[in-house]
């Protein structure tokens, strides 16, 4: 007597309920996380050589710095872009806080070893500020900025501000800072980092020797990735905190999609009459509407 077929049912029900996509050891683990420490403590290394250096000539920075700096600063009309959750705060500097923080403030990377400071991001036109809010898989999604934002179902709140800052860094006029890149552009990195370097034979971060090369680490497109996987500032967060404890009010950029500015200012560094609004009509809800000298101090 010939045997039984299983039935279909049967033989669905033996499928396996799972796929393996990738398998490894203990010990495999075990490495990873010895590399993982030791990627770690090679670029809390290299922070700390640059940072010591950077201390030796604080007054020569700070003074590169205001030198470069332009003013007063005027805007009209320029938009900012919340997250919903924001709207009755348009002006709150906590979403920059959040995280790793902005492309020139420092968020909540470490805070034991760097002290987060925020920054109030705002775009010269809404395209603009909506890329640079919801744009930023445009490339890996292979769309561009805008269009990558629009697929975004996120819900937000787009305002209009004005105001004047006294003092600003424009990097559009980068010759100005020729001074700063003079100061930072002997800067070495050696001992245990060289050591470090050769053993494992990476490639190491590249230091900054021209402005082009200074451009180019302000504006890098993934500045993101740097504190994610390092656990340390990048270039242009560390500027950031230069540009402001130098008490200069903002930084002028260009967006990395479409080239128009965009303006990191610092509220906690205003003085003077130095003031952003709200304009247009302004619901009821809102409670700031204006910072200044007196105001920001106590932004949240």
């Known amino acids: 007597m010939s045997k039984r077929r299983p039935s279909r049912r049967k ?48 007054d020569n920075i700070r003074a590169a710095l205001v ?59 809404r395209e603009t500020a909506m890329v640079e809010t919801l744009g930023q898989g445009g490339a890996e999604q292979k769309l561009s900025g805008l269009e990558f934002a629009l697929t975004k179902t996120d819900s937000i709140s787009a305002v209009s501000v004005r105001g004047v800052l006294e003092s600003v860094i424009n990097l559009n006029n980068l010759e100005r800072l020729d001074r700063f890149v003079r100061l930072i552009k002997d800067f070495v990195v050696a001992g245990k980092l060289t050591h470090l370097t050769q053993e494992s034979g990476w490639v190491p971060p590249e230091l900054i020797r021209t402005l ?36 200069i009010e903002g930084i002028v950029f260009p967006s990395k999609f479409n080239g128009h500015d965009n303006l990191a200012i610092f509220p906690q560094a205003f003085v003077g ?28």
């Open 212 to 247: 082009p090369q200074f451009k180019e680490a302000m504006l890098h497109r993934d500045w993101q990735q740097w504190a994610n996987l390092y656990e340390v500032p990048i270039a242009s967060q560390i500027f950031g905190q230069l540009v402001m404890s130098a008490g």
């Open 67 to 125: 030198e470069a700096a332009e003013g007063p600063f005027p805007f009209t009309g320029w938009q900012r872009i919340v997250k919903y959750k924001y709207t009755n705060a348009p002006l709150s500097v906590a979403g920059s806080l959040t995280d790793i923080g902005g492309r020139f403030n420092i968020g909540d990377i470490d805070p034991a070893r760097f002290t987060p400071f925020p920054a109030l991001y705002v775009a010269a036109d």
């Open 11 to 58: 033989q669905k029900d033996q499928q396996p309920s799972f796929f393996i996509l990738d398998q490894f050891s203990l010990t495999e683990i075990q490495k990873w996380k010895v590399l993982r420490d030791k990627i770690l403590s090679y670029h809390w290394e290299y922070y700390s050589s640059l940072a010591y250096q950077r201390s030796k000539i604080t």
């Open 273 to 300: 009459d130095s003031v952003i609004e709200l304009a247009g009509e302004i619901p009821t809800t809102v409670k700031v509407r204006r910072l200044d000298a007196s105001t920001a101090k106590n932004l949240s």
